[in-house]
């Protein structure tokens, strides 16, 4: 179990990379986030997990309410928000860290990428990479839902063979899915699409603290 902090949440653990978790539109704490839970679990994984909290105390319960939180998000202020949540992770002794997001979290971690320097990787849930793509220079992990009626496939499917023909270290996976569907407290939650990209997940967190 983690523990609440001004700024979000945190769950530690001891090893050399840790993971900055960044949550979708619902908000942090919101009834219909897991990403506390999620951090938790990162944590008995072996990664120290810090899920800042980019509406500072903001929650939705509906759809409506979630993308007018989004709305009045400042993109420069959430990566803002990262580069002191990965400051904060090496204060407590990580020397490695990456970033993690879901749906609106995904596409700020994208963001960050390009944006926030001596981030060791990404990981994207259900979100279309944006911007400048030769600025980007990590490893990226996305998860993707063929079903998505919020993130169009052929988006996604584009800016992989960008970014591929760019040189660069992104690995795509697409889900017969819907979107959200790692989040089990959703309609969406998709237990077989979840345990494979959870192990996916796992498995690019690991080759990035042994690279």
């Known amino acids: ?8 949440y945190f769950a530690g653990a001891h090893g050399p990379l840790a993971v900055i978790v960044l949550h979708e539109a619902y908000g942090l704490f919101s009834p219909n986030s897991n990403v506390p839970d999620f ?3 990162l ?14 105390g903001g929650t939705a319960t509906s759809v409506d309410q979630a993308l007018e939180l989004m709305r009045a998000l400042d993109p420069k202020n959430a990566v803002h928000q990262v580069s002191a ?23 700020l971690s994208f963001r960050s990428a390009l944006e926030v320097e001596g ?3 990404v990981i994207m849930f259900y979100a279309t990479p944006r911007g400048e793509f030769h600025r ?25 063979r960008h970014l591929l023909h760019e040189g660069k270290r992104v690995t795509f996976h697409y889900y017969d899915a819907d979107h959200s569907f ?10 077989t699409a979840a345990v494979l ?4 997940t796992l498995a690019f967190l690991r080759s990035l603290s042994s690279g």
Request: proline share 4%; charged share 20%.
């Open 1 to 8: 179990m983690g523990e609440v902090l001004s700024t979000g």
């Open 39 to 41: 951090c938790d679990r």
């Open 43 to 56: 944590a008995g994984a072996g990664f120290s997990a810090l899920a800042p909290d980019l509406y500072r």
């Open 85 to 107: 949540s990965m400051a904060h992770l090496r204060d407590r002794g990580t020397p490695r860290v990456a970033v993690l997001g879901f749906s609106m979290g995904g596409g």
């Open 119 to 121: 981030l060791s990787g």
């Open 136 to 160: 980007l220079g990590i490893p990226v992990l996305g998860h993707f839902s063929l079903r998505d009626v919020f993130v169009s496939v052929d988006a996604v499917r584009d800016a992989e």
């Open 182 to 191: 790692m989040n089990e407290k959703l309609p969406a939650f998709s237990g």
């Open 197 to 200: 990209a959870w192990d996916r």
